[in-house]
């Protein structure tokens, strides 16, 4: 089956440590996206990638990093850098530039300790 | 720049009621709108899109949204919930430039 899979799903970690999570897609898709989750602020943009080997920053850039070194993989590492990084991350992707549909990983949820 | 509102936060409802999420965006350009759902510790799923066309659109699981472009608007409705239709519902745009800005969400919790 195509789609989009998240690892781990659950990710603990402590003060002052750096941590990635995984996003992989079979889908053949160009564009690929991480997204943050905090309780009643929706869904807010990270960082995207439409093309390998080349992405951009989102609304909230600061204390992350990502790579696209393959079209199927596009990794998040959440750095010492970022303030409050307990969160619920997204990953999608999706098949055009144009973003006519995303869609979404199971997520991973962060615990900072 | 565009912004996304999600006029309800928490919306209850009895089982096999109506129900009606409401959703108005500002943006200058034309859009793509959709609306997804998420059940608990889940990732999002597409329920309907709307990208051009005729305005009312029909999605997953007996929802439908209607766009109205004078008011800026894409309501969610669902003639007949159930049980299983308890989840939060979120309200997404693209304003053609690829990056999705989303709404705060909605929480329907549907009783019996």
């Known amino acids: 089956d195509g789609g989009i899979t998240q690892s781990p799903k659950y990710l603990f970690r402590k003060e002052g440590q750096n941590v990635t999570l995984s996003c992989e897609q079979n889908l053949n898709h160009d564009a690929m996206y991480w997204y943050r989750q905090d309780p009643g602020q929706g869904l807010r943009l990270i960082y995207y990638s439409q093309i390998v080997n080349d992405f951009q920053k989102g609304d909230i850039a600061e204390g992350y990093s990502v790579s696209r070194e393959k079209k199927e993989s596009f990794p998040l590492t959440v750095t010492s850098a970022q303030k409050n990084p307990t969160a619920f991350y997204l990953c999608a992707s999706s098949r055009d530039r144009e973003n006519t549909e995303a869609f979404f990983g199971q997520g991973t949820r962060l615990t900072v300790v | 720049a565009q912004s996304v509102t999600q006029l309800d936060s928490q919306v209850p409802v009895f089982e096999e009621a109506p129900v009606e999420l409401r959703c108005n965006y500002s943006?200058?350009?034309?859009?793509?709108l959709f609306w997804y759902v998420q059940y608990p510790n889940q990732g999002l799923q597409l329920l309907l899109k709307y990208l051009s066309g005729s305005t009312l659109v029909k999605g997953i699981n007996g929802f439908e949204a209607e766009f109205n472009k004078s008011q800026t608007s894409f309501h969610l409705r669902k003639p007949s919930v159930h049980i299983s239709d308890t989840a939060e519902y979120f309200c997404?745009?693209?304003?053609?430039?690829?990056?999705?800005?989303f709404g705060a969400g909605t929480t329907v919790t549907v009783r019996a």
């Open positions: 997404a745009v693209n304003p053609n430039d690829y990056k999705l800005s």
């Open positions: 943006s200058s350009v034309s859009v793509y």
